[in-house]
């Protein structure tokens, strides 16, 4: 008897648990408006199907930091190539010496222009902050690369602490499918930042206010393609950032309260059926909370990779 009771009970609490995950999982809009059943793959999933992957470990210059070196600190700018022609599939960033001390670290392409926009901003085709985070294309996809093309790391590094720092560096290790070893269909990095089309950089919130601000005038697509993955860029006090299309939200990104930090994601999201076609106007409205006195310096960018429709 005891035994039975046990098992309805461990059956009542399944079904309430698979309930509550489902109410939870609808509750999300991301997950309901564009979210695939598909998960982004590990570099173990790539290497299984594509068992010639290899690695590229790039070590920026070790930096000697003083003692209260804040914001915006000190830049480098420093490059690397490709031993061979292939395709750029995937990166996993460290930082040696101090996890803090990185403020940034794009990377760009400077031989190839944005797809969108070929005046204005740089060829981005990845970055990451403190927060270290890795990304890997969906399976298939990736980024032509040529061998010995130069690619450029800028880095930005701080020290808010009041012990100097020695020998600080970021370390990127970048993977990559050369040609000899299968083939990849082309994709290309592209971002939107809320200051406006074709442009990026910060703006300023004042203290103690709720912030909304939209992507004025909005970006009219002039090269269609696909969205195969999506992500986001926002900066401390961020709580949320939609990404609109002909005044539709079709991706808002939510900042968990939690999260003050300042973080450079690689696209995580795959979209489904999410095209830009010609003429489309693309939007963007970002949102802070910034509860401190004083102003803040904000970025709000939607980062994704596009598989251009072929002419
Ligand atoms: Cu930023």
Known sequence: MIRKQFYLLGGAVLLLAILVFFKYDRSQPEQKMDLSAEKIPTLQDWRKKYPGIKSLVF???????????????????????????GWSIGFVPEQIGASHALHHADIIDPSRPNFFCTAGV???????????????????????????????????????????LSGVHAKLTFYYLPKSKGSLTDTVPLFFDVVGPCLWG??????????????????????????????????RYAKSLEFLINGKVVKSFQVPKSDEGERL?????????????????????????????????????VLFFLVPDKK
């Open 59 to 85: 070590e920026a210059n070790p930096q000697e930091l003083p003692a209260n070196f804040p914001h915006p600190g000190r830049t480098t700018q420093e490059y690397f190539s490709y031993p061979e022609d």
């Open 122 to 164: 740089p060829n981005v085709l990845t970055a990451t902050g403190d927060e270290l985070t890795s990304g890997f294309m969906p399976l298939g996809y990736g980024y032509p690369i040529k061998k010995g093309s130069k690619l450029m790391v800028s880095l930005m590094y701080h020290n808010e602490n009041a012990e100097p």
């Open 202 to 235: 910060e703006y300023t919130i004042p203290p103690n206010s709720s912030h909304v601000k939209k992507m004025e005038p909005e970006y009219v697509v002039q090269k269609p393609g696909r969205v195969i993955l999506m992500g986001h860029h926002m900066h």
């Open 265 to 301: 994601i690689f696209p995580k999201y795959l979209p489904k059926n999410l095209r830009l076609n010609v003429g489309d106007r693309v939007g963007m409205r970002a949102t802070y909370d910034n509860t401190t006195s004083y102003p803040l310096e904000a970025m709000a960018e």
